[in-house]
């Protein structure tokens, strides 16, 4: 459901993509990397207790407006911490970690303070900043200053890295960190050589720190040396957090694949398809160290090639392998195909995971290319301990032109854009996205007439529309987007399978929108003879936004309700907010007088109210807060 | 009937003084004035479309989005007031009665001013159609139709080819102000232009690419197949007044597509072709002229507009057969960017809609707006081309010089024709110089007939009159015109005589385009070098260093989806190779575009996108900067870089 802004390299990867793959065709999920491992959460044995002020729980919910709130329901698959005057201990994992992936669910009540120390000793702060405009290294996604209590007064504190942009949501959601820790370095007579490092941290799917690196612990940590592994350590001390889905992926010490004895023979072939090679004239055969056709052949395209040789795995496990190719290629190892790609697309990519024992398997690789683009053939691995890298190919710079990003701000005026937004279904390719100089801004799907994201903070990055050709036509938010996942604001709900769109959809009329006196779009459309009008716009300086629906018809209804949420899971809070999938929340404003209900629908549920029932005219009204 | 004063020639009777005069040599800017109109620093008019509404202000919709109203367009002070914001890439826009239209990549929308405070207000969909992504998803439009319907055309998608990937792109749509769809025509590749004839009749513009050769105006009527064959995937949808399967075409046969077309009864043919890297590159808006006072004595022929190379060509029709045929000419050139949009001001200027982000363009704005004036004075010009039966009527504005006009010499027909096949674009193939057996001056000096023997169907003929002047001594402008010859009139009479005719070959220096590593370099090359492309024409290295007397193999990837060469020349003589190769003419694409001269030292071939191709030479002893450049037409001015010899 977060929407990260991809980094460059993923920019450029999502251009291949793009062209792939899209909202009417999706394509299957794309396994690019090994899952990470879990540390369960059903109880503390991941860890080393000190204390009682950790627990295990089910749900929890707080009131974002109420310090320190935290209501904890029993269960499982939360850690929560609640530090009394008498038990405020940090946790620190049984697991030790030296380079680490790691990604992270918290949930953090209004006022409170935790943070993720790396190897006990380098911290990545967790901290209420809502809507902090301008953060500091002591906001969320901050990494916290060192301390130096010999420095004079004001200068103890040191080297603090403000995240990049605040990428937090409100407090009582749920957030997510992704980050990657590189341990420090030592030599033999263990001096470091390398200060611990941090590659990248994600916060809500938004880089928010990069490359950053730390020459000692931070402030608060729990040793002040330097060490190769050590236990990750939850700040308990400071105030009540809550973590869950705590995965991660160890790096290091596991050696590499490597490729021995490859041969290749190379052979006359030029149609589109994947050829019996007994069958074809060999033009060369030959040995070679990597898999790179363009230093072996003499052609430019319309060949096949068999690559064969053997494969050493220095530890046993599961291994990802990806193949990119231009234009088909099949890997085996051992004799069993692990990845097949037909030829049929320019550039195609595709992977599988695999098994293996330690020791020598035999790799096969029959490669084809027959033109557009000419010939290119890229193999990744990624293996337990073993960062993703390339096996058997020298690596080629991308000529790819990087475009600089285009930057939309909005701070005096609105902004309106139409352009792609790519989102969890894929591609929307009817959008408008409105950006205000109230710093929070949506999309809008046209066609489906629906608020898809939102978003606050700077705006939009449109270099992919407006700069040369303008290939992923994409708007990209400049911060953390939550995916509403609403769809049609209307329903005729006479069973709930009734919420689902496509029922309605082909009988939406009369689409599109007007610009009211504040200069603010408002949708319109038609349903069974209602007329519907859509209005989104920013609380004053809230940093929330309101959204405002109106029905009309000439008579009254039966059984249509006014749908204002689809997720996973809503929940109505003591509050009288509902918390949708954990991401945001819903005020109702009182106005219709209809009670809002939460109807189960296809595993999902959707928020719905009544309307039109005894009235020809119903208006709906509600917050998104975030 | 025209009457015919007899001054019959037979081609051997007469001598041939080289030293003749042809005149003064004409200019276009003798009669077209080009005249940027004024645009404000921080405006960007990336126009995609152009139309005026009836207080004589020109709306102009960007790639950007937006909708700018420009009062006194006219003037050297027009003003500048934005009307709307946030569309999606619109390249079209249309008005009436107080609304305009314009299409967006998803939609056409009907976009008006409600409360009339200057910016538009209300924004309504007619017709949404899906899109998959795909950035070459392009949507043009619309032009309205007298009976209030509006055509839109789709672009494919470029999947390495041109592609449909989902329903009607490759089509033209009529579509009723009330949101009905119908389904036209297909076949369409890249149809950014399309305008309606003086009868009513819709033509539209095409990109060279896949299945289409070369750049072409078609006539489309309702149920059309125009020639690409990926918009017959939606045939089977129930609205398609098409039954012609994607499978019912095929190019295994080497057939032309006018062979090819006694097969298939829904195909098409190109009404005319421009000759690609002659007539243009990228073909865009039609025009048509209205009267006489605008541009000249060209009334209801048409112009059409060309992004690459920032010009507009004029074409004459003539129905033979019942089908539209006929010829194009230069008209004018050098506008300060891609002219995308052609419309007619007020006082007969011709506003020209311009941008090349992404494509470059021999203008070298990125964005702009032109206007272009007539000054009344009527330059000798082929007016038109009229097919006959055993030759072609050369109409011209003004009476001809009877001494010039009478050198059987100062007239040069030539005969070619294109492959229709799956590959991009085609070499010329089947090229024929014509023997003319005789010809005729009309009694008025403004016609000729030309008499030449085996005249073809399915043929372009390129007719040059180089050396002709009129009877008051001005050289002709344009002196270069292609007909296409789809169907021949019937025949009068006729009288052959056998003469056997040329069979033309072009022969290209291999020595400077070397594929195979020479076998005496034993150790290899010196040096390996990989070359590709950027979007927007551009090699992705601006400068090369090599050593005196190395040997090189340089891999040349074009990665674009457009076609290219490298070529390495002498120093400081890319400008110079580069003109020489856009004026090859019908040459030019069997050169592979690079001249015959000493200025070139080593190339590649022309590359399709996505082809690759290795090229091994020796670099020259004499150290100094030396140039590379793309010599495809209109590509030179941008696609350079700098080959360092040390």
Not at chain 1, 316 to 338: K, M, P, S, T, W
Not at chain 1, 414 to 432: A, E, M, Q
């Amino acid at each position: 459901m977060f929407k990260p802004i991809p980094d460059r390299l993923t920019l450029l990867i999502g251009f291949v993509l793009i062209l792939c793959c899209n909202r009417h065709t999706n394509a299957n999920e794309d396994i690019s990397v090994l899952p990470l491992n879990k540390i369960s959460f059903e109880d503390l044995d991941a860890f080393n207790i000190l204390g009682d002020n950790w627990k295990i729980a089910g749900g929890i919910q707080s009131d974002y407006q109420i310090k320190n709130s935290m209501m904890i329901q029993d269960g499982t698959g939360t850690l929560v911490n609640v530090p009394t005057a008498n038990s405020r201990n940090n946790l620190f994992t049984k697991l030790q970690h030296g380079d680490i992936e790691l990604k992270v669910e918290f949930l953090i009540p209004k006022g409170s303070n935790s943070g993720i120390y790396l190897q006990g000793r380098y911290e990545v702060q967790i901290f209420d900043s809502w809507n902090v405009e301008n953060p500091v290294f002591s906001d969320v996604g901050g990494i916290y200053q060192r301390w130096d209590k010999s420095r004079p007064d004001g200068k103890k504190g040191y080297e603090g890295h403000a995240p990049i942009v605040n990428a937090g949501f409100a407090p009582g959601l749920w957030q997510e960190f992704h980050i990657l820790f590189r341990a420090p370095r030592f030599d033999d007579n263990g001096n470091k050589i390398s200060n611990a490092k941090f590659e990248w941290i994600n916060l809500n799917g938004i880089r928010v720190q990069e490359n950053i690196e730390v020459t000692g612990p931070t402030r608060s940590a729990k040793f002040n040396d330097e060490v190769a592994i050590a236990p990750l350590m939850l700040q308990g001390d400071h105030g009540p957090v809550a973590y869950r889905n705590l995965q991660y992926k160890l790096f290091g010490n596991s050696g590499h694949l490597s490729l021995k004895e490859m041969q290749y023979t190379i052979y006359q072939h030029s149609n589109r398809y994947m050829p019996d090679f007994d069958t074809l004239k060999i033009t060369k055969e030959g040995t070679t160290s990597f898999l790179n056709p363009d230093s072996i052949s003499q052609q430019n395209d319309h060949y096949a090639i068999t690559y064969s040789g053997e494969l050493d795995v220095p530890v046993e496990g599961n291994y990802l392998f990806q193949a990119q190719v231009n234009n088909g290629g099949d890997l085996y190892i051992n004799g069993d195909r692990i990845i097949h790609i037909n030829g049929q697309e320019r550039n195609a990519t595709n992977s599988n995971i695999t098994y293996l024992t330690e020791g020598t398997h035999q790799l096969i690789f029959h490669y084809f290319s027959t033109g557009w683009g000419g010939p290119r053939l890229s193999l990744w691995y990624e293996g337990p301990g073993i960062e993703k890298s390339v096996l058997g190919a020298e690596i080629k710079e991308s000529t790819r032109q990087i475009h600089e990003p285009f930057i939309i701000e909005s701070d005096s005026t609105s902004s309106r854009i139409g352009g792609f937004i790519n989102d969890s279904g894929g591609i929307r390719t009817h959008v408008l996205s409105i950006g205000h100089p109230e710093k929070v801004h949506y999309s809008y799907d046209l066609n489906m007439v629906s608020l898809i994201s939102f978003w606050k903070g700077p705006f939009a990055d449109v270099s992919g529309m407006w700069v040369g050709r303008g290939k992923s036509q994409l708007l990209v938010p400049l911060n953390a987007t939550i995916e509403s996942r609403i769809e049609v604001p209307i329903a005729q709900l006479n069973t709930s399978a009734d919420l689902v769109d496509q029922t309605i959809f082909d009988q939406l009329t009369g689409k599109g929108y007007t610009i009211n006196d504040d200069g603010r779009p408002e949708f319109s459309f038609k349903y069974q003879g209602i007329s519907v009008n859509d209005e989104i716009y920013p609380s004053g300086n809230a940093y929330t936004l309101i959204r405002e629906l109106q029905y009309i018809s000439n008579r009254t209804h039966e059984n249509i309700v006014s749908r204002i949420a689809h997720a996973d899971s809503i929940e109505l809070l003591p509050n009288g907010l509902y918390r949708v999938d954990g991401q945001y929340y819903i005020r109702i404003h009182k106005s219709s007088g209809q009670k809002a209900s939460i109807v189960d629908v296809n595993e999902m549920q959707t928020l719905t109210i009544p309307i039109l029932m005894d009235e020809n005219k119903s208006e709906v009204r509600y917050d998104i807060i975030w | 009937m025209k009457l015919f004063f007899y001054l019959l020639l037979f081609l051997f009777c007469f001598s041939i003084n080289l030293a003749e005069s042809s005149g003064q040599s004409p200019k276009e800017s003798d009669y077209y004035i080009i005249d940027p109109l004024p645009i404000p620093e921080d405006i960007i008019i990336e126009a995609g479309g152009l139309v005026f509404n009836e207080h004589g202000q020109l709306a102009v919709a960007t790639r950007r989005g937006e909708l700018w109203l420009i009062s006194d367009p006219g003037s050297e002070n027009p003003i500048f007031e934005r009307f709307a914001q946030g569309l999606h890439e619109p390249l079209g826009i249309a008005y009436r009665n107080g609304s305009y239209f314009v299409t967006q990549r998803g939609e056409l929308t009907r976009i008006e001013d409600r409360s009339n405070n200057g910016t538009a207000d209300s924004f309504k969909t007619i017709y949404s159609w899906p899109l998959t992504g795909n950035y070459h998803e392009y949507s043009y439009g619309p032009k309205l139709l007298p009976n209030g319907e509006m055509l839109v055309t789709l672009n494919l998608s470029w999947t390495g080819r041109g592609s449909s990937l989902i329903d009607w792109r490759g089509w033209m749509l009529r579509i009723t102000e009330d949101g009905k769809m119908i389904p036209w025509a297909t076949g369409l590749r890249s149809p950014l232009g399309f305008g309606v004839n003086e009868e009513g009749d819709v033509f539209y513009a095409e990109n060279q690419g896949d299945w289409i050769a070369s750049g072409w105006i078609t006539h489309l009527e309702e149920g059309d197949f125009a020639g690409h064959p990926e918009g017959l995937k939606w045939t089977d949808l129930p609205s398609s007044p098409i039954g012609l399967s994607i499978d019912d075409v095929d190019d295994s046969h080497g057939l032309s597509i006018q062979e090819q077309a006694q097969n298939i009864p829904e195909l098409k043919l190109p009404a005319v072709w421009l000759p690609h890297g002659i007539m243009g590159i990228s073909t865009s808006d039609i025009l048509l002229i209205e009267n006489d006072d605008q541009v000249g004595p060209f009334a209801n022929q048409l112009l059409v507009g060309d992004q690459g190379h920032s010009k507009i060509m004029r074409v004459s029709l003539e129905k033979v057969k019942g089908k539209y045929q006929g010829a194009v000419f230069g008209f004018r050139e050098a506008f300060s960017s891609g002219v995308v949009r052609l419309e007619w001001g007020p006082d007969n200027e011709i506003f020209t809609g311009m941008t090349s982000r992404g494509w470059s363009s021999t203008g070298q704005n990125s964005f702009g707006i032109d206007r272009l004036k007539w000054n009344g004075v009527i330059p000798f010009e082929m007016h038109s081309i009229i097919a006959e039966s055993n030759g072609f009527t050369i109409n011209f504005t003004k009476p001809v010089d009877v001494e010039t006009a009478s050198k059987i010499k100062n007239y040069q027909i030539t005969s070619f024709r294109y492959k229709y096949h799956r590959q991009y674009g085609s070499p010329i193939i089947d090229r024929e110089s014509k023997i003319i057996n005789r010809f005729e001056i009309a009694e008025d000096l403004k016609s000729v007939r030309l008499y030449i023997n085996e005249m073809r169907e399915g043929y372009i003929y390129e007719i040059k009159t180089q050396d002709i002047i009129s009877n008051t001594g001005t050289g002709i402008l344009h002196p270069v015109g292609y007909y296409t010859m789809n169907y021949l009139p019937e025949s009068e009479f006729s009288i052959a005589l056998e003469k056997p005719h040329e069979e033309m070959a072009t022969i290209i220096d291999s020595s400077k385009n070397v594929l195979k590593m020479p076998a005496n370099w034993n150790n290899g090359a010196d040096l390996t070098i990989q070359l590709g492309t950027l979007p927007g024409l551009r090699f992705d290295m601006d400068e090369i260093t090599v050593e005196a007397g190395s040997k090189v193999a340089l891999t040349f990837s074009n990665n674009d989806d457009m076609l290219h060469n490298f070529v390495i020349v002498q120093p400081e003589t890319a400008d110079l190779v580069g003109t020489h190769a856009m004026k090859l003419g019908l040459e030019g694409a069997e050169l592979e575009y690079i001249p015959t001269s000493e200025e070139v030292l080593f190339h590649t071939s022309l590359l399709k996108p996505g082809e690759v191709e290795t090229i091994y030479f020796v670099v020259p002893e004499e150290t100094g900067n030396y140039e590379y450049v793309c010599t495809f037409p209109g590509h030179h001015l941008n696609m350079r870089g700098i080959l360092k010899v040390i």
